[in-house]
């Protein structure tokens, strides 16, 4: 079946401009989650979305980073007035249910370049 | 806090030699613990996991086992192959806490096998 996927691929955008960058889970998988990938931080969490509502967004590095998710399906990471330092690779993944034991399947991932 | 600390790369290996990547973890609460593998050009996807003590998780020739005693699960293979040149993370995820079921990731390890 289908996998976790996202769009778009790679952006490349200037110092100060919005993005909005897109999940779709695989269907069925009630958990939802962004992280980031960047060369100085690694991996890091950044929100975790149960169904519609974001319960853990204690990731987010500051309040230019937003996210939503409607129809328990699809979700948007918004990026507002983007920084150099937001340069990395987004990444989505989810899974069945919020529990430790649960696999997460991951997206491709989005690769930002905030010129 | 809970924390994931693995062997720095990278790690350059002929084919067929034994692969040992080192990891250890600090958790406030009792984790389930992963190994996920990112191939060039791929995204991340789950290589084997356990989710209790003295679990041996397995796949692709590659084993590790969770030893609570040491707080460790060192990911092994007896003989790598070229194809298995990538990067290799260890995570956890918490089973308690507003965190539970967060991915907290190592640093990678990059694996270069050479023919």
């Known amino acids: 079946g289908a996998g976790v996927s996202q769009s778009p691929s790679n952006k490349v955008t200037e110092k100060g401009k919005d993005v909005e960058l897109r999940c779709d889970p695989i269907?069925?998988?009630?958990?939802l989650y962004w992280y980031r990938q960047s060369l100085g931080q690694g991996l890091e969490f950044l929100i975790y979305?149960?169904?519609?509502?974001?319960?853990?967004k204690s990731g987010l590095p500051s309040d230019r980073f937003s996210a939503e998710r409607t129809g328990g399906s699809v979700s948007t990471l918004t990026i507002q007035r983007t920084q150099q330092e937001d340069s990395a690779v987004y990444l989505c993944?989810?899974?069945?249910?919020?529990?430790?034991?649960?696999?997460?399947?991951f997206g491709p991932g989005t690769r930002l370049l905030v010129l | 806090g809970n924390s994931v600390t693995q062997m720095e790369g990278p790690v350059t290996l002929s084919e067929e030699a034994f692969l040992t990547i080192n990891c250890t973890y600090t958790?406030?609460?009792?984790?389930?613990l992963f190994w996920y593998v990112q191939y060039p050009g791929e995204g991340l996807q789950l290589l084997l996991k356990?989710?209790?003590?003295?679990d041996k998780g397995s796949n692709k020739g590659f084993e590790a086992t969770y030893r609570k005693e040491t707080t460790s699960f060192h990911l092994e293979k007896g003989s790598v192959q070229v194809s298995d040149s990538a990067v290799y993370f260890c995570?956890?995820?918490?089973?308690?806490?507003?965190?539970?079921?967060?991915?907290?990731f190592g640093k990678g390890t990059k694996l270069s096998v050479k023919p």
């Open positions: 993944a989810s899974s069945l249910g919020r529990i430790a034991q649960e696999t997460q399947y």
């Open positions: 356990a989710t209790k003590a003295d």
């Open positions: 269907s069925g998988h009630t958990a």
């Open positions: 995570a956890l995820s918490d089973r308690y806490g507003g965190s539970q079921g967060n991915l907290i």
């Open positions: 958790a406030t609460g009792y984790p389930s």
């Open positions: 979305f149960q169904g519609n509502s974001a319960p853990d």
